[in-house]
Structure formats: C-alpha cells, structure tokens
Nanobody, 124 residues
Framework: VQLVESGGGSVQAGGSLRLSCVASRYTFSSLCMAWFRQVPGKEREGVAGINREDGTNHADSVKGRFTISKDNAKSTLYLQMHSLKPEDTAMYYC????????????????????WGQGTQVTVS
C-alpha cells in the first residue's frame, strides 16, 4: 500500500484544516486506517481510526473537534480538523492495515503496517 498525505499547513488557533490521504496499490475497502501525529522528541500519538464499516474511534484530545472519514470510491482518507489549538501542532501521518469486518479502529501504532510520509500542521 502506498499512502500519500496532503492538506497540512499553517493556521491560526481556532481555525480549520482538512487532511487527505490517498491510498494506492491495494483494495482500499479492505483497509482499516488511522491518523497519527508526532512532535519531535515525543511518542507518536493516535488521533483517529476508522474501520471497513466506517466505525470510528477518536482520541479524547480531539473528540468534538476532529472527524475521520473515508471515501472508498476515491481511495481517500480524510481528517477534518476544527477549533485547532497550538498543541495540535505536529507531523500528521496516515496509516493502514488490511483488516477483517468489525475490526476495532485501533489507535495503537503497532497495529498498522503501512505509513505515509506525513504532512505538517502548525497552529499558532
């Protein structure tokens, strides 16, 4: 699976961004996917996950502000981010693994086999 993120950038606190991740070289509908983020010197943090049936799981730190979704027809994963805070500043990574039906949308990075290169989000 090849994953390519886009949509990062610089935004003021309170603003919004939408990240996208296009997947190729695999049957997109067979994937469970997630967004992670990492700040230099800190561990990678799970932000939101989504399974084959569009069941979702959001970290407490982003609940009510971020929404994960996907479009199987476009082989694209999204992360809509609202009410951004400076502490949301990080490199955001898209991740995926081939999963069965009713898989839990995990936020554990060890669950995921495929990773994108990341897109930087900076909130000031």
């Amino acid at each position: 699976v090849q994953l390519v993120e886009s949509g990062g950038g610089s935004v003021q606190a309170g603003g919004s961004l939408r990240l996208s991740c296009v997947a190729s070289r695999y049957t997109f509908s067979s994937l469970c996917m997630a967004w992670f983020r990492q700040v230099p010197g800190k561990e990678r943090e799970g932000v939101a996950g989504i399974n084959r049936e569009d069941g979702t799981n959001h970290a407490d730190s982003v609940k009510g502000r971020f929404t994960i979704s996907k479009d199987n027809a476009k082989s694209t994963l999204y992360l809509q981010m609202h009410s951004l805070k400076p502490e949301d500043t990080a490199m955001y990574y898209c991740a995926a693994f081939s999963c069965v039906y009713d898989s839990f949308p995990s936020l554990n990075e060890r669950t995921y086999d495929y990773w994108g290169q990341g897109t930087q989000v900076t909130v000031s």
